[in-house]
């Protein structure tokens, strides 16, 4: 099982990955197990789960029905490249201060 934990303030939230909440929901829905009892197992609340189902049905990949918030890679890649502008330009900054404390050899 593929889980990412973050801690806030006082809670921990737990994050699944894809893969996981599929095959959970299929073990309701295809392997006539009982809601209540795949909760308990993997560890998860009924209402979780019945959100989950719900947005399995409503689209036809898992890849569309889980889509996260806004903590799949294209928002990961657009934060990385923002700070890499950033460390640039604190890179040049600091480049054009040595070049005016620097005095120039003679």
């Known amino acids: 099982m593929n889980e990412k934990v973050e801690k806030t303030e006082n809670r921990v939230r737990?994050?699944?990955?894809?893969?996981?909440k599929a095959d959970?929901?299929?073990?309701?829905?295809e392997g006539g197990h009982?809601?209540?009892d795949v909760c308990r197992e993997v560890g998860?609340?009924?209402?979780?789960?019945?959100?989950?189902?719900?947005?399995?049905e409503n689209h036809p990949t898992p890849e569309q029905?889980?889509?996260?918030?806004?903590?799949?890679?294209?928002a990961e890649v657009?934060?990385?490249k923002c700070r890499i502008a950033i460390l640039e330009m604190e890179r040049d900054i600091l480049k054009k201060a040595i070049g005016i404390f620097v005095e120039p050899k003679r």
């Open 14 to 20: 737990r994050q699944y990955d894809r893969e996981f």
């Open 78 to 80: 657009k934060q990385l």
């Open 24 to 29: 959970t929901v299929r073990l309701v829905t």
């Open 44 to 56: 998860i609340t009924t209402k979780m789960l019945s959100q989950w189902r719900r947005q399995l």
């Open 65 to 74: 029905a889980f889509v996260g918030q806004g903590h799949d890679r294209e």
């Open 34 to 36: 009982r809601p209540s």
